[in-house]
């Protein structure tokens, strides 16, 4: 089922470096995200949970700037990367929702499907590295809600 943005609810979340790469929230942050015809996911992620704001695998390292610090990839790559450390949503919807989240904030098609590719390709890594220990410990952090349209 492809997935498409309607409108997206948040400030941009209060984060503060913590050491070299590593971010870390300072406030609560609540993101709201409504699907065409899908429903509504909402997403509440609490101190102390890390970040590495926007990640970029090294084989593609060369072809783009990570935009960490532009508001849509930083929305975009939070969502991400909160679902791929809770495993809330499957992999495939996960790296499906950060596309859309890119085109929804304004990137081009052909860049927002480069950084899609990146994700789909290169995050199984980071996909199947999350431990159920880690993985729980996340959930603590992150709330996760969903209504059906």
């Known amino acids: ?13 209060t984060i503060k ?13 609540d993101i709201e995200i409504v699907l065409h015809g899908s429903g509504v996911l909402r997403l509440s992620i609490h101190p102390p949970y890390w970040t ?10 060369g072809a783009f700037d990570n935009g960490s610090l532009e508001f849509g990839v930083l929305i975009a790559s ?6 791929y450390s809770t495993h809330y949503l499957s992999k495939t919807f996960s ?3 950060f ?5 929804y904030y304004g990137m081009g098609r052909a860049k927002a499907r480069l950084y899609w590719l990146a994700v789909h390709l290169f995050g199984n890594g980071a996909w199947e590295v999350i431990s159920e220990e880690q993985m729980v410990n996340d959930r603590h952090l992150i709330e996760f809600h969903w209504d059906d349209k």
């Not at 089922?1 to 979340?13: A, T």
């Not at 596309?99 to 085109?103: D, G, N, R, V, Y």
């Open 17 to 29: 470096m913590v050491e070299n790469g590593r971010w870390e929230y300072a406030s609560k942050w």
């Open 1 to 13: 089922m492809k997935i498409f943005v309607d409108r997206v609810l948040c400030d941009s979340p």
């Open 52 to 61: 590495d704001l926007a990640s970029v695998p090294k084989a593609f390292r």
């Open 95 to 97: 790296d499906d929702l």
């Open 99 to 103: 596309e859309q989240l890119l085109l």
């Open 78 to 83: 939070q969502v991400h990367d909160a679902l």
